[in-house]
């Protein structure tokens, strides 16, 4: 049973930072493409990093491009990302998901977590 946890998530003030972690286990991690959704109030949720199992390719939305890293622990099976220069725009819950991708796209293909939310105040 493959299993994902979220964490890091918070309130910060605009201008501000996080930064997140997904702890997956149940599977061979290092073979999963993985990636970090949101999913705003009212809204669809959206791809916003993602990155191959080795970590030699990612992906970012024009919207955090910039702002957030994404990387990777495979000895420890974690997901990060970094997240500076927050805006308000920015609050979300937060989703670790498996994904397929390239350096322009990133699907969603599956998703074990519950999320963190991310609150950030003007």
């Known amino acids: 049973q493959v299993q994902a946890v979220e964490s890091g998530g918070g309130l910060v003030q605009a201008g501000g930072s996080l930064r997140l972690s997904c702890t997956v286990s149940?599977?061979?991690?290092?073979?999963?493409?993985m990636g970090w959704f949101r999913q705003r109030p009212g809204k669809e949720r959206e791809g916003v990093s993602c990155i191959t199992g080795l970590g030699d390719t990612t992906y970012y939305s024009d919207s955090v491009k910039g702002r957030f890293t994404i990387s990777r622990d495979n000895t420890k099976n974690t997901l990060n990302l970094e997240m500076n220069n927050l805006k308000p725009e920015d609050t979300a819950m937060y989703y670790c998901?498996?994904?397929?991708?390239?350096?322009?796209?990133?699907?969603?293909?599956?998703?074990w977590g519950q999320g963190t939310q991310v609150t950030v105040s003007s």
């Open positions: 149940g599977m061979p991690f290092h073979v999963l493409n």
């Open positions: 998901s498996a994904v397929t991708m390239s350096t322009l796209s990133c699907r969603e293909v599956n998703s």
